[in-house]
């Protein structure tokens, strides 16, 4: 079955840099690959995500890449606000297969 | 329009009690989930029903969970008896359809059993 890995599991960064997230999936047939926030309290909130059929997507300070030959997918974060701490979720799936999400990593941005 | 709601929002139980959590999804979604998220760990996949069938239930410790969707619409997920093991946020997501979209989360139900 699916397996994602995410790294790291923790990301500190200064108020106004970037802040970049990594996951790796083991099924090449994977083709759905969803980001998510989860802030203190509260479920996952998708942020962007991405279909095999595109290489990158951008939606205002964030984007993800995906690179299928490698099997790994990112979430850049530029220009990092207090607002964005959080932990973030990678996940992936086929068809309609159940989401597979990576261990998550906490996003600490400092003022 | 409204989210996904879930209650309780909190549930403390001695282990080998029974517990049930609801779950309300938004209006027309056809596709309702429930997940467990164990503390420092993605959400893990327990059910997946599609209107009031179910999709996918590979994951579900069927000796002690329960879940059903009536009417396609409100869903409870049951643990009886209940596991130290168990403690987690249950969450409820629902989507449009199945394939490949957006799933909405409710605020979850942490569950603590000691």
């Known amino acids: 079955g699916e397996n994602v890995e995410q790294h790291p599991s923790t990301l500190s960064v200064q108020e106004g840099d970037s802040a970049v997230i990594k996951c790796t999936y083991s099924?090449?047939?994977?083709?759905?690959f969803p980001w998510y926030k989860q802030e203190l309290g509260k479920g996952p909130q998708l942020i962007i995500d991405?279909?095999?059929?595109?290489g990158e997507k951008k939606d205002q300070r964030i984007a993800v890449t995906l690179n299928k030959t490698a099997k790994h997918f990112s979430l850049h974060i530029t220009e990092t606000q207090p607002e964005d701490s959080a932990v973030y979720f990678c996940?992936?799936?086929?068809?309609?297969?159940?989401?597979?999400f990576g261990t998550g990593t906490r996003l600490q941005v400092f003022p | 329009e409204a989210g996904v709601a879930q209650s309780p929002r909190y549930k403390i139980i001695e282990k080998r009690q029974s517990v049930a959590f609801w779950c309300n999804p938004i209006?027309?979604?056809?596709?309702l989930y429930w997940y467990q998220q164990i503390l420092g760990q993605g959400p893990k996949l327990l059910i997946q029903?599609?209107?009031?069938?179910?999709?996918?239930d590979s994951q579900l410790p069927k000796d002690r969970f329960s879940a059903e969707r009536l009417k396609g619409v409100d869903s409870t997920l049951k643990i009886q008896p209940a596991k130290l093991e168990d403690s987690a946020v249950y969450l409820c997501?629902?989507?449009?359809?199945?394939?490949?979209?957006?799933?909405?989360f409710g605020q979850g139900t942490r569950l603590t059993v000691v």
């Open positions: 997501a629902s989507s449009r359809t199945t394939v490949n979209t957006e799933a909405f």
């Open positions: 099924d090449s047939a994977s083709n759905y």
């Open positions: 991405i279909r095999s059929n595109v």
């Open positions: 996940a992936a799936s086929k068809g309609t297969d159940k989401l597979i």
């Open positions: 209006s027309g979604h056809a596709t």
């Open positions: 029903f599609q209107n009031n069938g179910v999709v996918d």
